[in-house]
């Protein structure tokens, strides 16, 4: 079974956290994930950098633009990685623009995922259709889970869509807004997460975007199977630098 | 072979809409009403007494005597640089802010490069009282600043674009960051014939007037619809859209695109997409865009702010594949030569993007009874300054 369906089995409320591969240097990515997973972490998110990341905040975006500078390519991150499995043993999805993909050849890259152990995709530019059509068969030759978001304004009809096509988990974007911290939770979004928790899904859903503190991590996994921290994470490391990961994921947890 | 969009919204394998799930709700609201806003008689109605009364459409179509004459052919230029604003813009804004209204939007955003398109936008919005804010790169904004002025002064926000290169691709990339911040009330006017389907379907027919009066102009001049030659500027490929669309099926219309080739093709700054592209996806669409090997989005160079975009549009992609388009690429140098060579030859002070196209008449050759006409896009006023120092004068 794969790690991520494995994973959403366990009886307990999962922190996902995404970190920009390459930031703050280059080779930082492998003692990112490994410390991760040491303080407790169940799913990591290991963002593959491109010059245009249209979802993102200005976080995610200067981290981004940094790991390029840095020199961070897809090739380089496949080479981190390629002994991870030896020493990791959590979920871990790679989440990426579609056109650095596109030019790896996709089926090079679903192919170099299962070689390394990636369990996942996250392809935010990669519309649900294109996927359905073009992709699936690809996903799934090389066992990838691919998730998809949905936002307080996608459809029922569209979510129900979605929920068919997705084997792991919905990725629920918890305001309409691009990626970034933000202060807490309005009514607006606990209703919203009400709603989709009451439709009864397949998939489990885990909460992205705004995410970025034990409170919100708190109130977002009353509502869903897990939560995902991206830019407070991203932005922890670029203050305190990669020494003190442990402390930020206790904050979070406790 | 079909040049249109088809109904799933590709041209060949070019367009669709790889887009953020957070944009669908945006861009099938706009997919699935375009069509039949821009059908109603009302919708049409409005869209032509604007485009007569307040933008001065139908724009001449000049036969440039002298131009022709050193040339040894008959060109003639669709004055587009007549137009309110100064360029082609307006007529893609003044459809895009009639449709915003009936969409119910009442905040519109849109990115700029030059500033051209900014000031077609922040002008609509004055027309309508709409809000406007433009996005604008940092580099853009300091290089552009009479357009600058000219957006304020029209009421718009000018906000600088300070991620990544911080110029046109920026400012498209903050400009759709925007609309997923403001889904409901927003409407996001695209500059150009790019973007996620039905955006460069529906720039395209709002710039097609341009080409529809090209046809009725002809027949006053030569006596027939049908130039032997349309050829237009691409930056992302609007005014070039508009001024082939109702010949694209016309088999005896040879279509050119000239493209900027910056310093050269292979100085490492241009923007000849169509030489140095590759399949990409770019601003929500499959298309031909300037990349590394890596799939990382490369900053293009063009002394034409508006030509100096790393992509084209999916219509030009397909035109370019399949032959149907011959793509020329004119260096910095040609055009600028090119841009004076009007002035002293016809007494029109052209846009330097409108330049690169009238370069190529010092590239190829036509015949004596060639009939060519090209898309003069935009007036030089706005260039001015890069006239003056690129010429000492
Ligand atoms: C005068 C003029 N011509 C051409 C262009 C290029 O745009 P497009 O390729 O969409 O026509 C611009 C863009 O700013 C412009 O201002």
Known sequence: MNRINQKLQEDKKLLSIYFTAGYPNINDTVSIIQDLEKSGVDMIEIGLPFSDPLADGPTIQASSTQALKNGMTTKILFDQLKDIRKTVNIPLIIMGYFNPILQYGVEAFCKQCQEIGIDGLIIPDLPVDVYHEDYKAIFEKYGLINVFLITPQTSEERIRYIDSISNGFIYM?????????????????????????????????????????????????????????????????????????????????? | MNYNVNEKGYYGEF????????LYPNVEELRQNYLKVMEEPEFKKEFNQLLKDYVG???????????????????????????????????????????????????????????QHGVATATVCALMGLECIVYMGEIDIARQAPNVARMKMLGATVVPAKSGSRTLKDATNEAIRDWINNPVNTH????????????PDMVTRFQSVISEEIKLQLIEHEDRENPDYVVACIGGGSNAAGTYYHFLHEENVNIIAVEAAGLGVDSGESAATSVLGKEGIIHGCKTMLMQTEDGQITEPYSISAGLDYPGVGPMHAHLCKTGRAEF???????????GLELCKLEGIIPAIESSHALAIFEHKTFKPDDVIVLSLSGRGDKDLQNYIDYFKI
């Not at chain 1, 807004?177 to 439709?199: C, L, V």
């Not at chain 1, 705004?210 to 490391?237: D, E, L, M, P, R």
């Not at chain 2, 309110?84 to 700029?112: S, V, W």
């Open chain 2, 15 to 22: 367009g669709g809409a790889f887009i953020p799930e957070m």
């Open chain 2, 57 to 115: 459409r139908p724009s001449p179509l000049y036969f440039a005597k002298r131009l022709s004459d050193k040339y040894n052919t008959k060109i003639y230029l669709k004055r587009e640089d007549l137009n309110h604003t100064g360029a082609h813009k307006i007529n893609n804004t003044i459809g895009q802010i009639l449709m915003a209204k009936r969409l119910g939007k009442t905040r519109i955003i849109a990115e700029t490069g030059a500033g």
């Open chain 1, 173 to 254: 974007v918890s305001s309409a807004s691009t990626t970034g911290a933000k202060e807490g939770f309005q009514d607006e979004q606990t209703t919203y997460f009400e709603r989709i928790g009451n439709m009864n899904l397949k998939n489990p859903q885990i909460v992205g975007f705004g995410i970025s503190n034990h409170q919100t991590f708190t109130q977002a996994t009353q509502y869903a199977k897990g939560a995902i921290i991206g830019s407070a994470f991203v932005k922890h490391v670029s203050n305190e630098g990669v020494n003190t990961i442990d402390k930020f994921i206790q904050g979070i947890l406790n």
């Open chain 2, 328 to 338: 020329m690429a004119i260096t910095d140098n040609d055009a600028m030569n090119a």
């Open chain 2, 188 to 199: 996001y006017i695209i500059g150009s014939a790019i973007g996620p389907h039905p955006y």
